[in-house]
């Protein structure tokens, strides 16, 4: 009966460690905080040496030993910074012994299933993020590229997300939202040739360019997870590749 016990609380730890886990990497943070968080949320339920392997498309753990293991695997990763900061609150009041285990599983399967946030604000989000960082990176440029930028941007965006619906390949998403921001961007320039397509979409691009995957990566590679930091420079670079490729075939046979 004790057996039988320990079997069923090790299997409740396991399911709230690699839940924990799963939801970090899919809001984009970097393995070893992933670990870390697991780490502590099994030895603050009192289990000792505990073991995880996580890395960007599966995260494993075992406890007792070694004698009882499991896996989850991650099939959608983005940035979603409050999620990684939402579990990793959860993990710090489990330690201050603010809630309990069980609380600790009902409020993460809660982070779980939340919605997040609204289209309309993300596109919102992607438009101001455009206009302001054209303005950023251009040292020369006019006001009117302004609106400019924050529509292709938005448009772009929106298109990635409605796309991303359709196919599970992030980087044929990516390559399709790369091409509308050409096509309107050289349509805005038809219309009015004060507007420059290339500030537009250097504003436009980086809703989508992989920033902080790339800074992640390296912050693996420095960390000495190898392959996560390989894996995630080669997603970065497929996608940079294919928000470049996009703009640059709507160029080349559209023409600016």
């Not at 809001?27 to 099994?42: F, H, N, P, Q």
């Not at 590679?221 to 190898?226: E, I, P």
Request: charged share 20%; with cysteine; hydrophobic share 50%.
């Amino acid at each position: 009966m004790s057996d039988k016990k320990d079997t069923q609380f090790y299997q409740e730890v396991l399911d709230i460690c690699l839940t924990a886990g799963r939801l970090m990497i899919e809001g984009g943070s970097e393995m070893y905080r992933v670990e870390d968080t697991m780490l502590r949320i099994a030895r603050n339920a009192g289990i000792e040496d505990p073991r995880v392997f996580a890395t960007p498309t599966c995260v494993f753990m075992s406890l007792d030993g070694g004698d009882l293991s499991q896996m989850k695997q991650i099939r959608d990763r983005n940035i979603n910074l409050e999620l990684v900061d939402r579990v990793n609150n959860l993990s710090r009041k489990f330690a201050a012994k603010k809630i309990n285990l069980q609380e600790l599983r009902q409020q993460i399967i809660q982070v779980a299933n939340a919605p997040s946030f609204p289209m309309w604000m993300q596109v919102v989000g992607a438009a101001v993020l455009s206009a302001t960082l054209m303005v950023l990176f251009m040292d020369d440029y006019d006001w009117i590229d302004f609106p400019g930028a924050a529509l292709v941007g938005a448009v772009g965006f929106w298109a990635y997300c409605e796309f991303k619906k359709y196919t599970k390949v992030r980087f044929l998403s990516e390559l399709v939202a790369a091409m509308v921001m050409g096509l309107l961007a050289i349509g805005l320039n038809y219309l009015d040739h004060e507007m420059i397509i290339d500030h537009i979409l250097i504003g436009a691009l980086m809703t989508l360019v992989p920033g902080l995957a790339l800074t992640n990566a390296l912050r693996d590679l420095f960390m000495g997870d190898l392959l996560s930091g390989i894996v995630r420079m080669f997603e970065a670079a497929l996608s940079a590749l294919a928000l470049g490729g996009g703009v640059g075939l709507v160029l080349k046979f559209v023409g600016a």
